[in-house]
Antibody, heavy 116, light 107 residues
Framework: QVRLVQSGAEVKKPGASVKVSCKAS????????LHWVRRAPGQGLEWMGI????????SYSQKFQGRVTLTSDTSTSAVYMELNSLRSEDTAVYYC?????????WGQGTLVTVSS | DIQMTQSPSSLSASVGDRVTITCRAS??????LGWYQQQPGKAPKRLIY???TLESGVPSRFSGSGSETEFTLTIGSLRPEDFATYFC?????????FGQGTRVEIK
């Protein structure tokens, strides 16, 4: 069955970087785009960007352009989301999700807390 | 960016009630509209895509309708496990955008 398993919770200081992983299984990794979405406390869902795991092509939300980098590793069927220059407003649960007619399968989420 | 305006932001309902949630898009999204349910502490779960196509395994009490800029999610008869937050998503154009969510609470 399709599974997206993300790395564990992180606590970071303002100005630091965080890298979250999302390991896919149960399907052909290179055949589906993967997206990153976050949900801050008390807020709605926010789309961050998309990666084509096969060729590494990416597209980012203008809001995160320059601060976020998505990468993929076909040898381990994993994608990574790195967010730089963290601030308190980046405290959120980050999700990876597979694209099939919108987003069908989601990872379990990774809580990133930014606090001094 | 396409703005997705979802209403109401919250509602209280009883088991057995019929519930309707609306999403309005700031421009036409054709059929690129989906609905998600999120329980506290869990990942979103897709209920519907392409306006009205039910995800496999989702109960038939959930239905979607609408076109271009106005969309509706209906829960025909609310069950205890349906108390959650619901979001719409437009995926026709980047950046993909979500409605702000509707929290369905027990009356």
């Amino acid at each position: 069955q399709v599974r997206l398993v993300q790395s564990g919770a992180e606590v970071k200081k303002p100005g630091a970087s965080v890298k979250v992983s999302c390991k896919a299984s149960g399907y052909t990794f290179t055949n589906y785009y993967l997206h990153w979405v976050r949900r801050a406390p008390g807020q709605g869902l926010e789309w961050m960007g998309i990666i084509g795991p096969g060729d590494g092509s990416t597209s980012y939300s203008q809001k995160f352009q320059g601060r976020v980098t998505l990468t993929s590793d076909t040898s381990t069927s994993a994608v990574y989301m790195e967010l730089n220059s963290l601030r308190s407003e980046d405290t959120a649960v980050y999700y990876c999700a597979r694209q099939l007619w919108s987003l069908d399968y989601w990872g379990q989420g990774t809580l990133v807390t930014v606090s001094s | 960016d396409i703005q997705m305006t979802q209403s109401p932001s919250s509602l209280s309902a009883s088991v057995g009630d019929r519930v309707t949630i609306t999403c309005r898009a700031s421009q036409g999204v054709r059929n690129h509209l989906g609905w998600y349910q999120q329980q506290p502490g869990k990942a979103p779960k897709r209920l519907i895509y392409a306006i009205s196509t039910l995800e496999s395994g989702v109960p038939s009490r959930f239905s979607g309708s609408g076109s271009e800029t106005e969309f509706t999610l209906t829960i025909g008869s609310l069950r205890p496990e349906d108390f959650a937050t619901y979001f719409c998503l437009q995926y026709i154009i980047s950046p993909w955008t979500f409605g702000q969510g509707t929290r369905v609470e027990i009356k």
